[in-house]
Nanobody, 123 residues
C-alpha cells in the first residue's frame, strides 16, 4: 500500500548539515503521519521526528530539537529531514516510516518502513 525509499545519507563533519529525503508511493500518502527514526549499532531504534498528515504539527526527540526539521510535500509524496549542527552521536541508520495514526512516536505504531539511509558524522 505504501512503499518508502530514503536517500541523502552520507559522511559529514561535526557541525555540518545534511538533508534526508523519503519518497513515498501510494494514493494515500496524505492520509499518513510520517516519521523519522534512527538506529545505531547495538542500540534500539529511536524516534527522531514526526509530522502530521497535513504537515501543520511536528514532533521531535529532545536530542534533536532545535537542530533537526521535518517537513513534507504532499503534492510530491515527499518527506524531508533537515539536519543541522550534526554531532557524532547522530551517526546511525535513518529510517522513514508511515502510520495511519494521527500521531506516532513509538516504533510499533508505524505500519510501513523504508530500508534506511546511513548517516555518519565524523572528523
Amino acid at each position: 500500500q505504501v512503499q518508502l525509499v530514503e536517500s541523502g545519507g552520507g559522511l559529514v563533519q561535526p557541525g555540518g548539515s545534511l538533508r534526508l529525503s523519503c519518497a513515498a508511493s501510494g494514493r494515500t500518502f496524505s492520509s499518513h503521519t510520517m516519521g523519522w527514526f534512527r538506529q545505531a549499532p547495538g542500540k534500539e531504534r529511536e524516534f527522531v521526528a514526526a509530522i502530521s498528515k497535513s504537515g501543520i504539527t511536528t514532533y521531535y526527540a529532545d536530542s534533536v530539537k532545535g537542530r533537526f526539521t521535518i517537513s513534507r510535500d504532499n503534492a510530491k509524496n515527499m518527506v524531508y529531514l533537515q539536519m543541522n549542527s550534526l554531532k557524532p552521536e547522530d551517526t546511525a541508520l535513518y529510517l522513514c516510516a508511515a502510520t495511519s495514526r494521527a500521531t506516532g512516536k513509538q516504533t510499533f505504531e508505524y505500519e510501513y518502513w523504508g530500508q534506511g539511509t546511513r548517516v555518519t558524522v565524523s572528523s
